[in-house]
């Protein structure tokens, strides 16, 4: 029914446009003019009490007056009329309304309670907006926005939807779009999304036919579940989505007691929402129009080596640097294919043993120019294709795009063009033409970089947790608020982490006899729920024997109490680990959901930031693969697989203790409002992991 309606909000038959003006100069006459002048082929209605006609059209008084039922009603009046215009459609039997006004959420208090007024008002029916600029079905010719974008009297038709948050951002990608020759097919501003939202749209743009690549502009993600079930929908049915989220600037969430909420603001959170769901982040703004250009080709990237023919030795530099930048490489023509190039023409003018490849004369021969790139095509060497176009280009056009798209048909690798003068109408003949141009060697880059991502998104699925008595009764005992190390790491051991071996004494006596069970080598801390950060008041000591650790437990008491205002009563004696490698992990909550941080540890874990989130999934925990690919993730992931000859880590057991605690987060739910292993201390291999802190916190 959903579906249904969501199809009759983006193809009506009938639009009744409420508030609608005969002064097509104004924002409330342009709805009419746009209908009429893209084409719409529906019945149009304009409502106004005080006009009789519209651009031609009948205008009627008010919505009881209308003829039929529309699909869609444009809203066009003010905040504080809108919600009563919204009502009569809703009991007219309206599928949907589109309400331009401002003045709700983004105001503040009265107007969220305008915005809930709207939302009751509506009823069943449904709401695009409030504050939006509408949408665009470019593929059926229907113009619901009263965009000043509109104005141009064509945009060309493609396979790339746009969905905003932004109304004006919407009106600057078309224009831009539009320039460059990008084909669009749907574009929708979701603006303050009081009722239908980003994840609607891409939901109904996945079964859209016209649609091959899905871009968002995001401010917020408001239902992540229904993001990520539409997210992932789309990827199954191989549309790839590419997203600009803004926002990167913000300090991210406040931390809290553990580390890891200084390690995963909320920006960090969105890349791990993205990266889960296969959704590629654009980094710039203009990626969100360079990045789906180059996918909606259709074509397969299916490894990182790329060619670079150039008549221009400047800009062949460019391209290549920015492609070495960002992973991909460069590698000569393999015998053959030089040879094959050497053929094509004569004399010392090209540099043809390596790349860029120069075909000086290229430029002003386009047969020349078919012959290197057929050869290139060919060749095994390469991946891709970026054809660099010239100065020479510039007083034929035509000739330069029509040789390259002549030779599309030869290869399904993808084929780039660079434009080193400017002159955007080149670009957008080739881009019409199915050859994505562009004006900036890193845009190149960020082409082949979607296209590479897109050919290679797996999915890691989630686990059921299967919680045990012995779990459910650990839970059950647990106290509210912060527990102490050694209750943190029981809660871990019920779920299978291992912890180092430990005592809890609470005097000098104790602690040497624990120091002389454990080994003669122990770390000392004081035991306390109420200072979780321990080293930073002076309550821990390591490398300890029996005949040190009476005094330096006595000096701790003196230490802590100075610096804390809490005389430490209980201490914990453990066994000093050595050899290990520190790992943190942790568990991270905001508006996004429930995820887990993973890290290479200990008290340098902020300052050394290499850090990687996953989040959990509605039910259960993280997979296995899910795990492995988290630490694989890590830049000092070489440390844990034998770096320079150390002997590799035990990652299985680090696997096995992620799986563990992201089934003790899931099981615990909401209570859980932080949790932290730091170190995690993963040994050699075979040799397991231990837990040598912990924090946890219940609500």
């Known amino acids: 029914m959903q579906m249904n309606t969501i199809t009759r909000l983006m193809r009506p038959q009938r639009v009744a446009v409420i508030g609608a003006s005969a002064d097509i100069a104004k924002t409330a006459g342009r709805p009419v003019a746009y209908l009429l002048k893209h084409g719409f082929s529906g019945s149009v209605y304009p409502v106004n009490p005080k006009a009789t006609e519209i651009c031609g059209l009948p205008c009627y008084p008010d919505i009881a007056s209308l003829p039929s039922v529309p699909d869609v009603g444009i809203v066009l009046l003010g905040a504080e009329r809108a919600h009563q215009a919204v009502k009569e459609l809703a009991q007219l039997g309206c599928a949907a309304a589109i309400v331009l006004a401002s003045g709700y959420t983004e105001v503040g208090v009265e107007g969220a309670r305008r915005q809930a007024e709207l939302l009751q008002a509506a009823g069943a029916m449904r709401i695009l907006g409030p504050n939006t600029i509408g949408l665009v079905n470019i593929t059926d010719r229907i113009v619901l926005s009263a965009s000043g974008a509109l104005e141009m009297d064509h945009f060309p038709s493609g396979a790339i939807s746009l969905v905003s948050q932004s109304g004006g951002i919407l009106g600057s990608l078309l224009a831009r779009a539009s320039a460059r020759g990008i084909g669009l097919a749907k574009m929708i501003s979701t603006s303050n999304e009081v009722d239908l939202e980003l994840a609607d749209f891409i939901d109904w743009l996945v079964d859209d036919e016209a649609t091959k690549v899905i871009a968002l502009y995001v401010e917020t993600v408001r239902d992540t579940e229904k993001f990520r079930a539409a997210a992932l929908r789309a990827r199954l049915a191989g549309k790839p989505i590419v997203a600009f989220k803004i926002g990167r600037s913000e300090a991210g969430a406040k931390a809290a007691i553990s580390h890891t909420?200084?390690?995963?603001?909320?920006?960090?959170?969105?890349?791990?929402?993205?990266?889960?769901?296969?959704?590629?982040?654009?980094?710039?703004?203009?990626?969100?129009?360079?990045?789906?250009?180059?996918?909606?080709?259709?074509?397969?990237?299916?490894?990182?080596?790329?060619?670079?023919?150039?008549?221009?030795?400047?800009?062949?530099?460019?391209?290549?640097?920015?492609?070495?930048?960002?992973?991909?490489?460069?590698?000569?023509?393999?015998?053959?294919?030089?040879?094959?190039?050497?053929?094509?023409?004569?004399?010392?003018?090209?540099?043809?043993?390596?790349?860029?490849?120069?075909?000086?004369?290229?430029?002003?021969?386009?047969?020349?120019?078919?012959?290197?790139?057929?050869?290139?095509?060919?060749?095994?060497?390469?991946?891709?294709?970026?054809?660099?176009?010239?100065?020479?280009?510039?007083?034929?056009?035509?000739?330069?795009?029509?040789?390259?798209?002549?030779?599309?048909?030869?290869?399904?690798?993808?084929?780039?063009?660079?434009?080193?003068?400017?002159?955007?109408?080149?670009?957008?003949?080739l881009t019409q033409g199915g050859v994505p141009a562009f004006s900036a060697p890193e845009s190149c880059s960020a082409a082949l970089v979607a296209m590479l991502h897109a050919s290679h998104t797996t999915a890691s699925e989630a686990i059921e947790s299967i919680v045990t008595a012995a779990q459910l009764s650990a839970i059950g005992a647990l106290p509210a608020g912060s527990l102490d190390e050694e209750q943190a790491k029981r809660l871990f051991s019920t779920f299978g982490i291992t912890s180092v071996r430990e005592h809890v004494v609470a005097t000098p006596e104790q602690a040497q006899s624990a120091v002389v069970a454990l080994g003669d080598r122990a770390v000392l801390k004081i035991l306390s729920a109420e200072i979780l950060h321990k080293s930073e008041v002076g309550g821990v000591a390591v490398n300890l024997s029996a005949a040190t650790i009476s005094d330096r437990l006595l000096q701790m008491t003196q230490d802590v109490t100075h610096k804390a205002g809490v005389t430490p009563q209980r201490f914990l004696?453990?066994?000093?680990?050595?050899?290990?490698?520190?790992?943190?992990?942790?568990?991270?909550?905001?508006?996004?959901?429930?995820?887990?941080?993973?890290?290479?540890?200990?008290?340098?874990?902020?300052?050394?930031?290499?850090?990687?989130?996953?989040?959990?999934?509605?039910?259960?925990?993280?997979?296995?693969?899910?795990?492995?690919?988290?630490?694989?993730?890590?830049?000092?992931?070489?440390?844990?697989?034998?770096?320079?000859?150390?002997?590799?880590?035990?990652?299985?057991?680090?696997?096995?203790?992620?799986?563990?605690?992201?089934?003790?987060?899931?099981?615990?739910?909401?209570?859980?409002?932080?949790a932290e292993i730091n170190p995690l201390f993963v040994l050699d291999q075979g040799q397991g992991v231990r837990a040598a802190d912990g924090i946890v916190v219940l609500a």
């Open 261 to 429: 909420g200084a390690l995963a603001g909320s920006d960090r959170m969105y890349d791990a929402l993205f990266k889960q769901t296969g959704i590629l982040r654009a980094q710039r703004f203009d990626e969100l129009l360079d990045m789906p250009a180059a996918l909606a080709t259709g074509r397969t990237l299916r490894g990182n080596r790329v060619a670079i023919l150039t008549s221009t030795g400047g800009a062949g530099t460019l391209v290549s640097d920015s492609l070495g930048v960002t992973g991909f490489e460069t590698p000569p023509p393999d015998a053959e294919t030089a040879a094959k190039l050497r053929a094509l023409q004569q004399g010392d003018h090209a540099a043809l043993d390596r790349n860029p490849i120069d075909v000086t004369l290229a430029g002003l021969q386009p047969e020349l120019l078919k012959g290197a790139i057929s050869a290139v095509l060919a060749s095994p060497t390469y991946d891709a294709l970026v054809v660099i176009v010239g100065a020479s280009a510039l007083a034929m056009p035509e000739l330069m795009s029509n040789a390259i798209k002549s030779c599309m048909s030869l290869s399904d690798k993808p084929i780039l063009a660079y434009i080193s003068p400017h002159a955007p109408n080149i670009g957008s003949l």
């Open 573 to 674: 004696v453990q066994e000093m680990v050595s050899g290990g490698i520190e790992i943190i992990l942790g568990m991270h909550r905001d508006v996004l959901g429930v995820a887990i941080l993973l890290g290479m540890g200990g008290v340098t874990a902020e300052l050394l930031q290499d850090t990687t989130l996953r989040l959990l999934p509605s039910k259960g925990g993280l997979s296995p693969d899910a795990a492995r690919e988290m630490a694989m993730s890590l830049k000092t992931w070489p440390l844990l697989d034998g770096y320079r000859g150390r002997p590799k880590a035990d990652v299985e057991a680090l696997i096995k203790a992620i799986v563990a605690f992201s089934e003790m987060v899931a099981t615990l739910g909401e209570r859980l409002l932080e």
